[in-house]
């Protein structure tokens, strides 16, 4: 017998202290393709999700804005315009790779000045109590070791009536899209990712992260477990993405 704590990676089941690791390699290898992936992977409609984020932020000029495991930057880039030169976006990612990727689009199109790229674990935030206004997490929270102490460490950084919201893959809510979904996500998904990115065994354990992550409800409980209020969540394309929307009392 053993007592040695163990999460699960994909499907398997990993000592607690490997799965961060072995997360790290699998964005060390897609961070260069990233954003055609998700292009391909999601028919471009990715783009309409992280709209649907920024509108429900309520972000305003001035504001400070974190947006963790932000990868290529996308939320990051329409932040900086909202907030303006008043106002400050914190784009942190616990990968290196996919962080300079990040950096570099944004500097590519001219956008610096009110960002701020921190190599950062969303477990153990690097930022003072009460720092930010909004926090967003997209495509983020499955892959975070210890999801319920992440929560805790973001709400502790936001701002008194400050909103964190979490955009990720969940549960589809009929069986036949759940069954399609299933067919692309086991099959189709790991032969793009061979045929673009050279790397079928990373895009395998990103669809078997979706099937591991918590579902609406269960997140919802527990993001208001960690302390936030007024939880709720809004189902996209049938429920295959959800935004998740707590506030720190």
């Known amino acids: 017998m053993t007592d040695r704590k163990t999460t699960h990676f994909g499907y398997q089941e990993v000592p607690v202290e490997e799965k961060a690791g072995r997360v790290a390699d699998v964005f060390h290898s897609v961070a260069a393709r990233y954003d055609v992936m998700n292009d391909l992977m999601s028919g471009g409609i990715h783009r309409l999700w992280k709209r649907f984020t920024i509108e429900l932020s309520g972000a305003r000029p001035g504001q400070t804005i974190l947006d963790i495991a932000g990868g290529t930057g996308d939320l990051t880039a329409r932040f900086s315009r909202i907030v303006g030169p008043e106002g400050q976006v914190v784009l942190a990612d616990i990968n290196e790779s996919m962080l300079r990727v990040g950096r570099d689009r944004l500097m590519d199109r001219g956008i610096a000045g009110n960002v701020v790229p921190v190599q950062a674990d969303a477990q153990y935030l690097p930022f003072p109590d009460n720092t930010f206004d909004c926090i967003t997490i997209a495509f983020g929270l499955r892959n975070v070791t210890d999801k319920d102490l992440a929560l805790r460490s973001m709400l502790r950084v936001l701002k008194p009536g400050g909103r964190l919201l979490v955009l990720e893959f969940s549960k589809p809510q009929s ?17 793009m990712g061979k045929l673009v990115a050279d790397d079928a065994d990373s895009y395998r354990y990103l669809a078997e992260s979706i099937r591991m992550h ?9 993001m208001a477990d960690a302390g936030f209020v007024d939880c709720e969540y809004h189902n996209m394309t049938g429920g295959i993405v959800s935004l998740h929307k707590g506030i720190k009392p």
Not at 214 to 222: A, G, I, N, S, V
Request: charged share 30%; glycine share 0%; net charge neutral.
């Open 175 to 191: 069986k036949l899209l759940e069954k399609v979904y299933d067919q692309y996500s086991f099959r189709l998904l790991p032969f």
């Open 214 to 222: 918590p579902d609406q409800e269960t997140l919802k409980q527990m």
